[in-house]
């Protein structure tokens, strides 16, 4: 089904036509055919309706693009994005930057594995990139049968078609992040319920400093495991978590290659966020910077701690009362617009239901199906 925006000019138009012609079945198809002689006529010329008054014919801008998506749907990104259960069928491929894009032909990160499980899956982000679920599964087994790791605990990767989400994460988006617990997997298959309240354990006490009970050698090693991958761009965690790692890897000559790619960011205590690169084939995906060289330890590390260290600024002085009220900022968000125009494809592809219910303005209402407990 096409959705044309312009439909409300279009009728009013059509009706004016219809009575300027005499009302004949020939003038309301002059209208919608574009080849048609008389349409072309009424389209240009100044008709009259039954009152006498002048009436401009319009025709209407089509505005429908690629399989019935709007050109401009007003509402933000991550509502077309965020309820869509299923993955486009396309060929996989990412498109766009990692926090302004999306992901077809995803794959399903299995909910458990021979050494993994998926947490929190009510919120249905276990999908990703091909290449990178297959990354996920191996480390996952590697490092369990080469570390003795007892396994890992799969947090968000990406939604069916990535894309903005609905909370949370300001990238993902392209089925190319994974996050990945701290915490090891338990030798038990956990239930849905302990899947979606289980707490993620921090690697922190304090604010900066390490728990030594919680982060353990074999983090260090699931870590060096994970950054060592051709694959990876980057894994971002804590700067206290990087800090441990250059230090529990200071007899390492060889360090620098897998180390710099481990990233002090904010957040990341609980777990750690790995980054792949764009994979081969994937045009239109936008990879970043390479990581500068050198181990990151050191002076870098140290920046950060002074940052985190820092007391706070003293209070500005009292702001002097505006005279005029301040017109309330307009909230910036995504919207389809923004994304790749490839993104509009992946959105609509299968003509989806609730992606068409949203592109009509009623997504409000659609009420999410819930997933079905594991166990
Ligand atoms: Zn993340």
Redesign the pocket.
Known sequence: MRFRTGSKFFVPALMGCWLATGGSALAQKAVTASDDPIAKVLKKKKTTDIAGKAVTTVKPKPKVVDRGIPNEVPLPARKLFGYLQSPAPMKASSYGGYAKGCMSGAEEMPINGLAWQVMRLSRNRNWGHPVLIDYLKKLAVDVQQKDGWPGLLIG?ISQPRGGPMLTG?K??QLGL?A?IWMRSMPSRRLTYKEREETAAPSMLSGKISISKTRFKPGNVKVLRRAASSPLVARI?VHPAIKKAVCEATNDDPKRESWLKKIRPWWGHHY?F?VRLKCPRGSRGCKNQRPVPKGDGCGKPINDWFAMMTRPPRKPAKPAVKPTKPRKPRKKRYLTLAKLPKSCRRVLSYGRHKNAMLFAKGVGENVTLPVRRPVN
């Open positions: 968000d994460h990238s993902h992040d996050d971002f777990h966020h």
